[in-house]
């Protein structure tokens, strides 16, 4: 069975950071890429950020291009994403996802984990 577990969000005020982590199990870590989407009530998922472990390749939505950086611990089978210069927009349920490339389509994402919330204040 494919897991991915999500964990790192919270609260934090704006220019803050935060960490969030995504522990995969069940399946090959380094065949998939893996990442985040987020989404706020009332709106599409929307992709933010991914790696392919196997070569670093990645993927930023321009939203979040030079605040937010990716990374995978291929022997913890864990990606990162540390989001630095937090805004009040990123505000979301932040989602990890699987999937067999690097693509900011919600439907090349077979697996998924619950979301973990960030909260940004002004």
């Known amino acids: 069975e494919v897991q991915l577990q999500a964990s790192g969000g919270g609260l934090v005020q704006a220019g803050g950071s935060l960490r969030l982590s995504c522990a995969a199990s069940?399946?090959?870590?380094?065949?998939?890429?893996i990442g985040w989407f987020r989404q706020v009530p009332g709106k599409e998922r929307e992709a933010v950020s991914f790696?392919?472990?196997?070569?670093?390749?990645?993927y930023y939505a321009d939203s979040i291009q030079g605040r937010f950086t990716i990374s995978s611990d291929n022997a913890k089978e864990t990606v990162y994403l540390q989001m630095n210069s937090l805004k009040p927009d990123d505000t979301a349920v932040y989602y990890c996802?699987?999937?067999?490339?690097?693509?900011?389509?919600?439907?090349?994402?077979?697996?998924w984990g619950h979301g973990t919330q960030v909260t940004v204040s002004s």
């Open positions: 069940g399946l090959s870590f380094e065949d998939y890429a």
């Open positions: 790696i392919e472990p196997t070569d670093g390749r990645t």
């Open positions: 996802a699987a999937g067999l490339t690097v693509s900011p389509l919600v439907n090349e994402f077979p697996y």
